[in-house]
């Protein structure tokens, strides 16, 4: 009898047969470096390198590509001797924060309309709303400019404020859209149940539900606007020039290092507010 149960016991001890887990486990220690972690490797150093050059490269002494030594001449520069540069930092800001608030309102409301409603062109809203998510920016910029001279509308910051809500608000409205689809709509049956009207339901259910998408897609309008460069040239008029179109400008007669110190600046400010939004869009996703 105790021969039989230690035959049955021995199998079970670590000294057995391995386990499906064991022979991943070993399969995964033995090949230590496997095609896609030397993919994965190889694509973050392609797009960080860039990144520590620059950033390595704004603390040079001179403006070539030889190092001379480490300085802060050019966040000097930067700071107190580039006035240019931070009208047109300062644009570019205005316009990335008011054209991204007003895709986003008309976004949301829009994709909550669709989502809710059934209308006969509702098909063919959906299909416009992502036309000039399709379309090249270089149609959408030259359609513009057409549209802003045929309308007689002087080229400046309110022609780039429209251009940028344009192509800002399939973004916003897509993100909505994605929200939506995994709403439960019996919250809207139960608060109806409990006396809430049409502007309650959306003001106190729909919308803070919708937040995540709401707060993402005004994100991504932000970024998009404040990087587009096409668009904004077609549309740009005298005294509006924002910061891409400044650094094209500035590039023709060669990099200079003050680009690179704004640059690190805009990075710093970026990771900065990422980490600050993250746990914040955890906490409204969670609700």
Known sequence: MKLNIRAVITPLKGGG???????HARRASGSRFSLSQTIFIATIVFLFLPLLVLILYSFNASKGMKWTGFSFVWYEQLFLHSRDLWRAFWNSIVIALTSAGTATVLGTFGAIGVNWYRFKLRNYVQTISFLP??????????????????????????????????????????????????FDFSIIEAARDLGAGERQILTRVTVPICMPGIISGFLTAVTISLEDFVITYFVAGPGSTTLPLYIYSAIRFGVSPVINALSVVMILGTVLLTCLLRNFLKYIAAK
């Open 17 to 23: 047969a391995p386990g499906e887990a064991a022979r």
């Open 133 to 182: 998510m399709i379309l090249p920016e270089i149609i959408i910029g030259v359609s513009l400019a057409l549209f802003f001279a045929g309308v007689k509308i002087p080229l400046g910051l309110l022609t780039i404020f429209i251009a940028h809500t344009t192509f800002n608000l399939p973004f916003v409205f897509l993100m909505v859209m994605a929200r939506l689809d995994e």
